[in-house]
């Protein structure tokens, strides 16, 4: 049964509103995945979508009628309003809504706490590589990695121990590694693990908990990564890689 939602964050992030603005409407490769906005009201905004807001560097709306790809939903809305805070910072509030037409809660559920995973990686990038280009990668774990202990699985093949604490720097295995690398552990939930490294993120989502697979995202700003027309090829590369690791780990 169709049913309409509303998920509403708010969270404050050390960046001016200006740096938070080109996060998310240039930005995207960095912290969720490359998308583009016609940068004017009544312009063409992701999965077929239409600016409905435009204001920068404070308001941006985008709604999405018949959803592209997203056979889920037959409408979807992003808001954002960024607000500059005294003494330095701004606070965002985003507001995701729309129409989930089947299994309404667990749609619901694993919107939220995506949500969630997404904002904290946007405050992550802003904070530790904001301006910088990124080139991402993204891969979806093998039938095995849908099971119930999958991200587990996917911790345990990384070399985190259960009790490892947010914030703490840990040795693991990364994909498409030669050796083991110091990281910062920055998420870490029954559903998402965060990992950030000098010169990349990499995110591993926990899906199987929302009957899908686990996969495994990565924004990589290294200085020697290829970009602009080399983008494409440096983009398979690390798709390779994470597909590997994922096969390896779920095979």
């Known amino acids: 049964m169709?049913?309409?939602?509303?998920?509403?964050?708010?969270?404050?992030?050390?960046?001016?509103?200006?740096?938070?603005?080109?996060?998310?409407?240039?930005?995207?490769?960095?912290?969720?995945?490359?998308?583009?906005?016609?940068?004017?009201?009544?312009?063409?905004?992701?999965?077929?979508?239409?600016?409905?807001?435009?204001?920068?560097?404070?308001?941006?709306?985008?709604?999405?009628?018949?959803a592209a790809g997203i056979s889920q939903q037959t409408f979807n809305q992003l808001e954002h309003v960024i607000e500059p805070l005294e003494g330095g910072g701004c606070r965002l509030r985003y507001v995701h809504s729309g129409i989930f037409v089947d299994d309404w809660a667990n749609q619901y559920d694993g919107a939220d706490k995506h949500n969630d995973f997404y904002l904290h990686t946007l405050r992550e990038y802003v904070t530790h590589f904001t301006g910088r280009q990124a080139v991402f990668a993204?891969?979806?774990?093998?039938?095995?990695?849908?099971?119930?202990?999958?991200?587990?699985?996917?911790?345990?093949?990384?070399?985190?121990?259960?009790?490892?604490?947010?914030?703490?720097?840990?040795?693991?295995?990364?994909?498409?590694?030669?050796?083991?690398?110091?990281?910062?552990?920055?998420?870490?939930?029954?559903?998402?693990?965060?990992?950030?490294?000098?010169?990349a993120m990499y995110r591993v989502f926990g899906r199987n908990r929302f009957g899908a697979t686990v996969g495994l995202s990565i924004h990589d700003f290294a200085p020697g990564a290829e970009r602009g027309a080399g983008s494409e090829a440096a983009s398979a590369a690390l798709t390779r890689d994470a597909e590997s690791w994922l096969a390896a780990v779920f095979g």
């Open 2 to 66: 169709s049913e309409r939602f509303e998920i509403v964050k708010e969270l404050e992030i050390a960046a001016s509103p200006q740096e938070v603005w080109d996060a998310i409407t240039t930005g995207t490769a960095g912290w969720l995945w490359p998308m583009e906005y016609e940068p004017k009201e009544g312009g063409a905004a992701p999965f077929g979508g239409t600016v409905t807001v435009w204001e920068p560097p404070h308001r941006l709306t985008a709604r999405t009628e018949d």
């Open 138 to 199: 993204t891969a979806d774990g093998p039938a095995a990695a849908g099971a119930p202990d999958a991200l587990d699985t996917a911790a345990r093949a990384l070399g985190l121990a259960p009790g490892t604490a947010v914030g703490e720097t840990v040795t693991v295995t990364l994909p498409g590694a030669s050796a083991p690398a110091a990281v910062v552990l920055d998420y870490r939930n029954p559903y998402f693990i965060g990992l950030r490294t000098q010169d």
